[in-house]
């Protein structure tokens, strides 16, 4: 702080604050905030008495710092999160923020995605299917897992989308996921393809004279 009170000293400051850590009578660190003003100068604006107090803040700042700690580990989580997600102000659409894996699911870059809404740039695959999520946002106040259908590029992706109004730096938000259901419903596709082959497969061989059997090998059924 030298510097800093150097220029206090000289005049050059009309108020002083600082927060600095002193060692209280049991010896553990406490963070102190100084906070005075200018109450007496000579000839040359020099200052000679300053005055003011010091506050104990070493509650505030830890939780302070757990807040930060709380906010790194959320946007590690959001912006590690595999599925789409993002905030949006409820008064227009426009977005506020989205994630990673929302940039890929529209394929354009975050800065050409913020402040723009989402019926601008065609996300809706389906519009009907906004105003479903915005009724259910103002009757509930949130949405889980409703079916919608998005565009990505050409192509229409099905899932299902949950959101929530929240206040934001003094603004009504919609705070949202999206889940991509393709490759779900892709494998759910094929298993229902194999299992038409067997069944298929089953009445060919009834109609031939075979049969199908099962059998349990060390207890394991085959």
Known sequence: LSAYLRSVLAGHEATVQAEVRMLDD???WRWMLTRGHITQRD???RVLRLAGMVLDITEQRELREALRASEVKYSII???LPDAAGVTLLADGRYLDVNP????LVGLPRAQIVGRTSLELGVWAVPSERQRVLDALQRQGEARGLPVTVRSGADS???????????IDGQHCMVFVF???????RVREELLASNGL????GRMAHRVGDGLFGLRVRGRPQ
């Open 198 to 201: 067997l069944r298929e497969a």
């Open 78 to 80: 959001y912006r590690t």
């Open 43 to 45: 000839a040359r604006g």
């Open 101 to 104: 894996a929302f940039e890929r």
């Open 157 to 167: 992706v099905k899932g299902l989308m949950s959101a929530r109004s929240e206040h």
């Open 26 to 28: 049991l010896g553990r």
């Open 179 to 185: 889940h991509d259901q393709s490759q779900e419903l």
